[in-house]
């Protein structure tokens, strides 16, 4: 695991001034449109909190759950944020004016219940989240828990970083932890958000890939890392296909998948795909959908196979997934959306537009752009201009 920093104090670093106002996006009321509100109160810290100046923070599909399932409005959403360290509580532990850091779905815990007893943080039975239980990232100053911080490395911009913080941990720390042996068929169903970083990590940590997707993303799947495809539009995630002609067929063809990642959403997608795993395969459910999945116990105990969630992870798993990504060359692909535009971009995000990942930028972010803004720009991957290229 990654090692912590040293405790230093805030005393330790001059401190930067702090406007007493900034710019947010919230969700106003429950089921409220993002909206940007500007002249809001920069927040006190707690004398177990940080006080981070945000620059980036990537936007997640997830953030429809604060829209709907907050327990206080307005919420400003947000759980990709990478940003510094401006202000330190008096008992906050690890941190220093300064450093770079990031927050991702897990928002803190409570050290006290079963779970923390047990060093099971991420199940913390408190359910803090950042950007749903408090405020997240998508705002000008973050207020966090010192343990719901991660540390960036060197070798990451904060837009490059900011998606690792939830799509990428899912993807690397999930994967990590099935003991697969190297070599194994690794499924990834979806090429988006998180897809795109499964098939990347799936490849780098020695895994053959095949990626389960639509036309239009073949030739990213293989550029990514995938050695196969197979094609959604010819061979059907659907059980009614014809006999051969269905994808979990196809995955048969290649001998049936160790492990499936759903990364997608849809319910039957993931059902179906159940029927391509190998014997004592699992299907690893990565994309939230409110629906059930339809697998009936026959199915698992003919083949022993196994259905599995997986909840992101911890502020040292995110810093393993952060130093993976620069040791081996993960690639994010970002595209920049200005603070004042997150209602355009998060209804795009919501809407299915980005073809990987969408990430709000502040204007503290836009000032120092050899820093923050995406080395490999979604825009400029598909051949277009892009203001959010390095």
């Not at 980036?56 to 919420?75: D, K, L, N, T």
């Not at 770079?100 to 359910?127: E, M, P, S, Y």
């Not at 990514?224 to 995955?251: I, M, R, Y």
């Not at 959306?337 to 919501?350: H, K, R, S, T, W």
Request: glycine fraction near 12%.
């Amino acid at each position: 695991m990654s090692a912590a920093a040293p405790a230093a104090s805030a005393a330790s670093a001059a401190a930067p001034a702090i406007p007493a106002t900034m710019t947010v996006a919230e969700f106003a009321s429950k089921g409220a449109n993002l909206t940007v509100r500007t002249g809001v109160a920069v927040p006190e810290i707690g004398k177990y909190d940080v006080l981070v100046q945000v620059d980036v923070c990537g936007m997640c599909h997830s953030e429809a759950v604060p829209q709907y399932m907050s327990q206080a409005y307005p919420r400003t959403p947000g759980h990709e944020a990478i940003g510094t360290v401006v202000k330190v509580g008096a008992e906050a532990k690890r941190w220093k004016i300064g450093d770079r850091v990031g927050r991702g779905w897990h928002g803190g815990h409570c050290f006290a219940c079963v779970n923390c007893l047990k060093g099971d943080f991420i199940q913390c039975t408190a359910h803090m989240v950042c950007g749903w239980t408090d405020n997240g990232g998508y705002a000008e100053y973050m207020v966090a828990p010192w343990m719901s911080l991660a540390q960036v490395p060197e070798g990451l911009t904060s837009a490059d970083a900011a998606p690792l913080m939830c799509a990428g941990i899912t993807v690397f720390n999930s994967l990590r932890r099935q003991n697969k042996i190297a070599g194994s068929l690794i499924g990834v169903q979806g090429v988006g958000g998180l897809g795109h970083y499964a098939i990347q990590f799936a490849s780098k940590m020695g895994y053959e890939v095949v990626a389960i997707t639509s036309p239009d993303k073949i030739e990213w799947a293989k550029k990514l890392g995938a050695s196969h495809v197979v094609d959604t539009s010819k061979f059907p995630c659907d059980n009614k296909a014809a006999a051969g002609a269905s994808a979990a067929d196809q995955l048969k063809k290649l001998g049936g998948c160790a492990l499936i990642m759903c990364t997608g959403l849809g319910a039957p997608a993931m059902s179906h795909l159940y029927n391509g795993l190998a014997s004592g395969g699992m299907l690893l459910a990565l994309g939230v959908d409110m629906k059930p999945l339809e697998v009936s116990s026959l199915q698992m105990i003919t083949n022993r196979g196994c259905i599995q969630g997986w909840p992101s992870g911890t502020p040292a798993d995110a810093e393993d997934t952060m130093n993976f990504a620069v040791k081996f060359g993960i690639k994010s692909y970002v595209t920049a959306v200005p603070l004042e535009q997150a209602p355009e971009g998060y209804a795009g995000v919501m809407s299915g537009k980005p073809r990987f990942r969408n990430a709000v930028v502040t204007k503290s972010g836009y000032a120092k752009p050899e820093k923050t803004l995406p080395v490999n720009a979604t825009a400029a991957a598909k051949g277009a201009d892009s203001k959010s290229s390095k």
